[in-house]
Structures are given as structure tokens and as C-alpha cells.
């Protein structure tokens, strides 16, 4: 695989959310805030818990600047979901919302894991933008995403997709048909803890330049 950039400052808008419209410059800055609130080892798995929020965005990134693993989980899972999720990936990190963390306690408990726990509304009170830093996309075969299917038809699958995965899909929609390109306007309406909105509403128009810009669901974005 080329080397590539995942995530690079840019002159354009990144994100709109609500009243705000964050820079990419903006963007990496708060990213890398985010980073310096924990520490993991290369290859180490991270949960995300939380309805669609900025600081999704901003945790998301953090964990791939510590060459980690990042698993979405459904916000809405129930704690025996959660914690055969928690059990299998056995993750170093668990970041959830004010919101989610009372079920996220519980299932660490029911998993008898312990991964650092970050509650995203408190580090968007404590973490100092750092040096925009660009986002390196990782080697070819690096498992980059952990995605857990519903688990409809037995216990749930954790799906890994690797660098060269990510980069095939949004290779695909933005060098060979463009239909991502840095003037594109992408809407969010769809929970980021699914592949396709989290690929094709958040990681590919970052890729490529564009602006990502908040809708309204029940998810929170």
C-alpha cells in the first residue's frame, strides 16, 4: 500500500455541528487533546459507547494516533450486549457518555474487565488542544476496526477490517468514481457505530477533504 494520510489539516471546514464549524486544523488540534488523555499500546482495542457526538469524532481519531484498534459499539445495547462485546475484545479503553456510562459500568463488572474508563463529556472539559498533527493511515494489514454484527442468528461477530480495507472502499469512491471530493457537503444522519455511516458519512469525506455536517436523528448528531 502507498503511504497515505487518513486525516490531514486542510484549508476547508472539517465539521458542522449545531452553531459550530471546526477547522481540520481545529479538528486535529482537539484530536490530539484527546490522545494525551490516556495511554495504550500499538494494537490494543478501544470501545466507543455514545450516541454521535463531536467528541466521538475526536475519541475515534485519538485511538488511531496510538496505533490501537477502534470498536463502535451500538449506544443503545443493552449490558449483557455490551458485556460479551467487552468479554471478547477484551479492550484497554472504554470511552462512553454521561449518558451510557451506567450501563458501561455494569457490563464491565458482568465481563470482569478492567479498561481505563473515559467519560467523553468530562474530557471535552479538560483536554488542551495540542499541535494539529497529520494522521498517518496505518500498514496495509493493520486491523484498524473491530465491528460487531447484531448477533440476530447466535452471538455477536467481530468483524475486523484492516488499513487496506478502508483505504480500497474509499479509493473506490473518491480516485476512481469521485464522488467524495473536498467540495463535497456530507450529512450525518446515521449512527456511527454502523460500517456504512461511519465509513461513508464520516471517515471517507475526512479522507478526502470534505465537510462532514451534523443532521437530525435520534442518535444525537
Known amino acids: 500500500m502507498p503511504h497515505q494520510i487518513l486525516l490531514q489539516p486542510r484549508k476547508n471546514t472539517a465539521l458542522v455541528w449545531k452553531q459550530q464549524a471546526l477547522s481540520y486544523q ?10 494525551q488523555q490516556f495511554q495504550a499500546e500499538e494494537n490494543e482495542n478501544i470501545v466507543i459507547f455514545s450516541e454521535n ?3 466521538w469524532v475526536y475519541a475515534f481519531y485519538a485511538g488511531f494516533k496510538h ?3 477502534m470498536v463502535p459499539v451500538d449506544f443503545m445495547s443493552s449490558v449483557d450486549d455490551v458485556a460479551y462485546i467487552l468479554g471478547d475484545c477484551r479492550p484497554a479503553v472504554v470511552f462512553c457518555s454521561q449518558d451510557t456510562q ?3 459500568r455494569q457490563a464491565i463488572d458482568k465481563a470482569a474487565v478492567s479498561p481505563l474508563l473515559l467519560i467523553l463529556d468530562e474530557i471535552a472539559d479538560q483536554a488542551t488542544p495540542g499541535e494539529p498533527v497529520p494522521i498517518p493511515m496505518p500498514y496495509a494489514d493493520k486491523t484498524m476496526l473491530l465491528i460487531y454484527t447484531s448477533g440476530t442468528t447466535g452471538s ?3 468483524v475486523m477490517l484492516s488499513s487496506e480495507n478502508l483505504l ?8 476512481e468514481v469521485p464522488i467524495y471530493t473536498p467540495d463535497q457537503r456530507v450529512l450525518v444522519l446515521l449512527p456511527l457505530h454502523h460500517i456504512f455511516p461511519l465509513l461513508g458519512s464520516m471517515v471517507a469525506p475526512l479522507y478526502t477533504g470534505g465537510t462532514c455536517v451534523a443532521g437530525l436523528c435520534h442518535a444525537g448528531i
Open 26 to 35: 481545529d479538528l486535529l488540534s482537539r484530536i490530539e487533546g484527546y490522545a
Open 102 to 104: 451506567a450501563v458501561m
Open 156 to 158: 455477536p461477530k467481530g
Open 168 to 175: 480500497a472502499n474509499m479509493d473506490s469512491v473518491s480516485e
Open 53 to 55: 457526538r463531536l467528541e
Open 67 to 69: 496505533g490501537c484498534t
